[in-house]
């Protein structure tokens, strides 16, 4: 094959993976043999071992990494990763409510509410559309450069379908099947087994060989925009949205509703039974003002904003002012 035939069906083969993955982990829905993808895969590694100049940033062969790191380096966030205050119960909801009124002064605003994803935060940066750099939370104010895992995870677009520069804000995690086939592994190699989803994601990613993470099958929620150059989003709802048009995970149970009672209800709809049934574990509710433009007034406590509250479930609530007292 010439030079010109490898480098028209490179990029085929780039396109057509892209499109696989983005079916198979972004929606959720395979269109392909794993069979089939691997030759697709095998052929792309091939013509670009032959052609290695042809290789480029996003390329899918570039997810998983050669080295093995020493350590990851320290970054400080551009803008800080902010933790979330807790509800317990409908009346903590409506002192939340009654706050965010008393601060916006009669302007009026909508909420939206979202699953609060059991995983690891993480912060994403895209310069002109191109992953360059992931990082977890840390203390918030300086996280962990972990790029190179963030990488291996195919539900992370390694570019977007718009030349944007902006931070993006997701959430990683372990799918319950994928946590139950990984302890099973554990156990057979007799190693110690993950306590649970969280735990496996926050230690897949703590890997220093991204390729062990790869074989994790870790995936991604995104559910806020950091910041963006030379746009403004006017509801966190709309922001939400573009995120999905650009190529990532937007998890699809989100609502926007007009008052706090509608939200009540709507954490109250989120029974043991229906959380059981997704895929993923969820430890909450995450509820946000959908009004942009109302941040800078509510602005933000310590260490979170007062624009958004998470409502923990009973379940976790234990565990979350266990570790509350522990950490504070
Ligand atoms: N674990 C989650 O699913 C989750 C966590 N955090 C947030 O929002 C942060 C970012 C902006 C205000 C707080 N939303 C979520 N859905």
Avoid: C
């Avoid at 699809?252 to 039974?273: H, K, M, N, Y």
Wanted: charged share 25%; net charge negative.
């Amino acid at each position: 094959m010439s030079r010109e035939q490898a480098t028209a069906r490179i990029e085929e083969l780039r396109s057509i993976i892209k499109k696989h993955d983005y079916s198979y982990y972004v929606l959720d829905q395979p269109t392909i043999s794993d069979y089939e993808y691997d030759q697709l895969m095998q052929e792309l590694i091939a013509l670009e071992a032959e052609y290695p100049d042809l290789i480029t940033p996003d390329s899918p062969t570039q997810r998983i990494g050669g080295t093995v790191l020493e350590g990851f380096e320290k970054v400080a966030h551009r803008n800080p990763m902010l933790s979330l205050a807790n509800a317990f119960g409908p009346e903590d909801l409506r002192d939340f409510d009654r706050r965010v009124k008393s601060l916006v002064a009669g302007e009026a605003f909508e909420y939206v509410v979202e699953l609060k994803i059991d995983g690891l935060a993480v912060s994403l940066i895209y310069e002109n559309g191109v992953f360059v750099r992931g990082a977890t939370r840390g203390d918030g104010e300086v996280g962990e450069d972990i790029t190179a895992n963030l990488k291996t995870i195919k539900a992370l677009p390694l570019i977007l379908s718009k030349p944007l520069t902006m931070e993006v804000r997701g959430e990683a995690y372990l799918p319950k099947r994928e946590f139950e086939r990984i302890n099973q592994e554990r156990e057979q190699a007799g190693e110690p087994l993950f306590a649970n989803p969280r735990n496996a994601a926050a230690g897949s990613l703590r890997q220093l060989d991204p390729r062990i993470v790869g074989k994790r099958n870790l995936s991604i929620f995104t559910y806020a925009i950091g910041s963006i150059e030379g746009e403004t989003i006017p509801t966190h709802s709309q922001g939400l949205d573009l995120l999905h048009e650009l190529g990532f995970k937007v998890n699809p149970e989100r609502r926007v509703l007009p008052d706090i009672e509608a939200v009540i209800e709507f954490v109250q709809s989120w029974t043991g039974e229906q959380r059981a049934a997704l895929p993923y574990e969820i430890d909450g509710i995450v509820i946000k003002v959908n009004q942009t433009h109302l941040y800078p007034r509510l602005g933000t406590t310590a260490k979170s904003p007062r624009w958004a509250i998470a409502y923990k479930f009973a379940a976790e609530q234990a565990e979350t002012i266990l570790r509350d007292i522990i950490v504070n």
